[in-house]
């Protein structure tokens, strides 16, 4: 492992080619815990010209710029760095370097594995090297081939078993480190050179081929008009699937464009984010896009498909922006998955929205939020509900078989899709509780529905008229 005690940052300003961003310094709270961080640009960076601060709390100042009290590390190093299913491996990895090489540290911290992900891969275009300089941190893995794959899915499926050998878990770290998220995954070069996400089965997935189903959201989503990475669904066996997404964060082979997920958008940090609604993502949406009309109409268009087929691991890790030279932009649409649960905290659309059991009639009250008119709101709710109810066909062609496709059929919620398909601009958002008349003294008081806000219920009550200073 490398020990290195700040990073030189770069990035990709257009055409590929490297500029130095300037230096992030780690400071730690016993062994590589990593208790807050701190950067300074460099002044060729910024008198750049297309310079661009790399995270929201990064403006482009000349002096250094401490993390808020919520992050150890500035939100987009953090969307740089491996998730659960990458950092589990680079901590398996070292360990088993450990036996040959003794270190100093046993246990890595966030900053290590930012450095240890592979630069081929790393999320975003964000890369680094040692102040010594030589090469990027960590350019000694790659991706694997394709042709492959078969090899990829038996050597995680060992390891996820816990019986893989070091062998196996060296070919891992080698291919299978950087993407975030928690299922498990690999790098793949696909047959015509382009980097992509192999998402794998998972062996909690039951009996249900989750990569299959995924890739019957991104089907829909494409049918719908929304944005998605070119992706293509493969067989694993019988039953079970892989979802192949190419990176929507490379152009060719060495353009790398910026990435920010929604949390990092939002600032939210190691804060809860669950309390987050909708409504509040589309106010950064209107401030950081660079084309704020057409993102807030793709987001909102996301939503009702979320909304339509019970899609509710939408954390803000899973929204995010791309950097396209000019400005940013809602990335492609990834991790949609049709589910039957109702017992996880989803994003609600609204404050006023039910976040265990959604009401896509609760997005009319948000349509203006999303520069939308009732009718063009009703428009795109209309058309997303079309295009969820062909499900079925799209099941098939995956060759889904029809058991499974009863078990998930759940997901794709009738009631609430006959409700979208009448839809109408004209009808009142649902009433989830009744509002009491109001007492004397909460003149302009807003009646807050009960909803669960980070993870407790929280009763129908008044919130206070804002005053205005
Ligand atoms: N097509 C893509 N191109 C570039 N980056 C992607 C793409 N798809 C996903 N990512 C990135 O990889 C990360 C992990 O992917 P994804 O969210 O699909 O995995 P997951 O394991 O299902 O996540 P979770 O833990 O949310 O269930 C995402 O957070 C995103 O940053
Ligand atoms: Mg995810």
């Known amino acids: ?12 300003l257009g055409g590929g080619t490297p500029t130095f961003v300037g230096v992030l310094k780690p400071s ?12 300074q640009y460099d002044s060729g960076y910024l008198a750049h010209p297309r310079a661009y601060p790399i995270s929201p709390e990064l403006p482009l100042v000349p002096t250094r710029t401490f993390t808020p009290e919520n992050m150890t590390i500035f939100g987009s190093f953090a969307d740089a760095s491996p998730d659960m299913w990458g950092k589990k491996l680079i901590q398996a990895n070292h360990a088993l370097r450990l036996e040959k090489q003794p270190g100093v540290y046993r246990k890595l911290g966030d900053f ?10 790393r999320m975003g275009a964000l890369r680094l090297k040692a102040p010594t300089g030589g090469s990027w941190l960590a350019s ?20 996820e078993d816990q019986v893989a050998s070091d062998e196996d878990l060296e070919y891992l770290s080698d291919i299978a480190t950087s993407p975030g998220g928690a299922r498990p995954k690999a790098n793949v070069i696909t047959e015509f050179g382009n980097l992509a996400i192999a998402k794998l089965p998972h062996s909690k997935d039951g009996n249900i081929d989750v990569e299959s189903w995924e890739a019957l959201a991104l089907t829909l989503a494409e049918n719908i008009g929304i ?15 892989v979802l192949v997404a190419h990176r929507f964060d490379r152009v060719g082979e060495d353009v790398r464009l910026g990435y920010m997920s929604a949390s990092t958008a939002m600032e939210l940090g190691t804060l809860s984010d669950s309390g987050v609604t909708y409504q509040e993502f589309a106010d950064t949406i209107s401030e950081l896009s660079s084309q704020p009309a057409a993102d807030l109409h ?13 899609n509710v691991d939408d954390h803000w890790r899973n929204h995010g922006f791309l950097h396209d030279g000019s400005g940013w932009r809602l990335s492609p649409v990834f991790d949609v998955n049709p589910s039957t649960s109702h017992s996880v905290n989803s994003r609600a659309i ?3 929205d039910d976040p265990r059991n959604r009401d896509i009639r609760n997005l009319a009250s948000v349509a203006e939020s999303f520069s939308l008119t009732g009718e063009q709101a009703a428009a795109i709710v209309h058309s997303v509900a079309d295009h969820v109810e062909r499900w079925p066909a799209i099941a098939n062609s995956f060759g889904i078989p029809v058991e499974q496709q009863k078990a998930m059929s759940r997901a794709f919620d009738t009631n609430q899709l006959s409700v979208a398909r009448e839809y109408s601009p004209l009808a009142p958002p ?21 909803h669960v806000r980070g993870g407790a219920q929280v009763a129908g009550h008044w919130r206070a008229a804002r005053r205005s200073s």
């Open 1 to 12: 492992m490398n020990v290195v005690l700040e990073a030189h940052v770069y990035t990709d």
């Open 28 to 39: 730690f709270s016993g062994g590589r815990n990593l208790a807050s961080a701190s950067f």
């Open 112 to 121: 290590d594995f930012l450095l240890n992900v592979s630069d081929f891969t």
């Open 140 to 159: 000694d893995s790659e991706a694997a081939n394709i042709h492959d794959l078969e090899r990829v899915i038996a050597v995680a499926r060992r390891y």
């Open 227 to 241: 944005r998605t990475p070119t992706f293509e669904h493969r067989r694993a066996g019988a039953d079970k699937s």
């Open 298 to 310: 793709e987001m909102f268009t996301r939503i009702a498909l979320t909304v339509l087929i019970n």
């Open 350 to 352: 609204s404050e006023q």
């Open 430 to 450: 649902r009433i989830v509780d009744l509002a009491p008349p109001a007492q004397p003294g909460q003149a302009g008081a807003v009646w807050v529905a009960q």
